[in-house]
């Protein structure tokens, strides 16, 4: 089992209504430092047709700034595990991280919406906690679900 990996800070401002959780980020996304820097996860081209911004057209800091200002933040639900490659169910020893971070910060927060299914066993803690939810099909390309297809539950994001 390889050693352990830390995950990325929160993005994530006082305006943000949505936050996206994600599970942990994969080898080439902690190889670049950036959310979703597998250049074949469709995360960016997803999220961009949700908030009708050229996101996967950016660079890296204009992407979380636009995000931001569409009060939309980004995080994982994992900050530490062990894993070899990238797949979620090689993910060993996961440290959740400390939502509390957030929750001081985004005040307006009101919306938590999953990337995946692994992220997305966090949804009853969330719903508890009083916020609106949505689990997303994985915006990974281990997902092999059309882009369409995700781009119609992704959607939903705007729709809540």
């Keep these: 089992m390889g050693r352990a990996e830390r995950g990325f800070p929160p993005v994530v401002d006082a305006r943000i209504d949505t936050l996206i959780l994600g599970s942990f980020p994969s080898v080439a996304s902690l190889g670049k430092a950036q959310y979703y820097g597998h ?7 997803l999220l961009g047709a ?4 050229p996101l996967a057209e950016m660079d890296y800091p204009q992407r979380l700034r636009a995000l931001l200002g569409h ?5 994982d639900v994992i900050g530490t595990c062990k894993r ?11 440290r959740h991280n400390d939502f509390d971070r957030v929750t001081r910060t985004a ?18 803690l969330f719903m508890e906690w009083g916020y609106e939810t949505l689990v997303l099909p994985s915006s ?6 059309r882009f369409e297809e995700k781009l119609k539950q992704w959607r939903k994001i705007k729709a809540c």
């Design 84 to 94: 070899d490659g990238s797949l979620d169910s090689s993910i060993r020893n996961p």
């Design 107 to 124: 005040k307006k927060l009101r919306r938590v919406c999953f990337n995946g299914k692994t992220a997305g066993r966090m949804e009853p």
């Design 140 to 145: 990974s390309p281990a997902n092999t679900m």
């Design 39 to 45: 250049p074949q996860n469709h995360f960016w081209r």
């Design 71 to 75: 009060h939309v933040g980004l995080w």
């Design 50 to 53: 949700v908030i009708a911004e």
